[in-house]
């Protein structure tokens, strides 16, 4: 893999020395994964605003804020990519695209390029693809930054948008029924997850940015009592006119229906606008 799609598996070419060498010596007490949403991600596809590109601005803001509200944190951020390895297999792009029209071709190209990783998703085999190669794509990087850091014993957080969070939450879900030998959640294909790899490591939390989580386990009709991931702390945000957002808590309760959402308070002003413009787009600190 070439550097510019590793951008964040070695974590000694990513730190900026310039900008903050005093955070470099301080030991990692925090490692994040970022897993992007649907649609073209490396700069080679997307060469302005790509996910990766994206990544890399999002990995400066959380240090800087660090180094700002938090000095006693040093955050270290790797970042993956799966829309290329899901559009590069001989089954996927390369067969729509022969039985697409001709006619309005840049809405068939929204279709194959962007629509298209959701059918994949949501489809049994192409689905267990992209879950297959995401459990590698974490494994790799989560391996990588051990190498750099091999006495590292801090929190892990996966920080997931959009179709990022829906695949990242069945993979736990998928890791937490193996481990502690539950039966899947009805209803959920047994085939979709054979001969899947194991996640090598356990994050602590998995943060779902513009994820409609929610609104998968309506569609495929699973009951969150059963379709969880265990131990894992989960975040759900979202901005409030997302129109992919969807909230969890009625569906475990519905309690929670009228009570409604807790808007989240940045921890400065500075903080707030910084986010706002490196989060794939998303505000995070929604009022």
Request: charged share 15%; glycine share 6%; with cysteine.
């Amino acid at each position: 893999m070439s550097s510019k799609t590793r951008l964040f598996s070695r974590t000694k070419s990513a730190v900026d020395t310039s900008a903050a060498p005093a955070a470099v010596s301080q030991p990692v007490t925090h490692f994040a994964i970022l897993i992007p949403g649907t649609g073209p991600q490396l700069e080679t596809e997307r060469p302005k605003n790509s996910f990766m590109q994206r990544a890399r601005s999002f990995r400066s803001c959380i240090q800087d804020t660090c180094a700002r509200e938090f000095p006693a944190a040093r955050v270290e951020v790797a970042a993956i990519h799966y829309h290329a390895d899901i559009q590069g297999l001989s089954s996927t792009r390369e067969r729509l695209l022969k039985s697409s029209l001709s006619s309005i071709p840049w809405v068939r190209k929204v279709n194959a390029e962007v629509l298209g990783d959701i059918f994949y998703y949501f489809s049994t085999f192409h689905g267990r693809q992209l879950l297959a190669i995401t459990i590698n794509k974490l494994n790799a990087a989560h391996s990588a930054f051990l190498a750099d850091h091999p006495h590292f014993s801090g929190p892990i957080s996966l920080i997931a948008h959009s179709l990022g969070g829906m695949l990242t939450y069945e993979i736990l879900y998928y890791i937490n029924a193996l481990t502690h030998n539950h039966s899947f959640a009805a209803n959920v294909e047994m085939e979709r997850y054979r001969d899947l790899p194991r996640l090598n490591f356990t994050p602590d939390r998995l943060f779902a940015l513009g994820s409609p989580i929610g609104g998968t386990a309506v569609f495929r009709n699973l009951s969150l009592t059963r379709y969880n991931m265990g131990s894992v702390g989960f975040h759900n945000v979202f901005h409030p006119y997302d129109p992919c957002g969807y909230r969890m808590e009625p569906l475990c309760d519905d309690f929670y229906a009228d009570v409604p959402a807790v808007p989240i308070v940045a921890s400065s002003a500075a903080a707030a606008v910084a986010l706002s413009r490196n989060a794939s787009g998303l505000t995070l600190s929604s009022g």
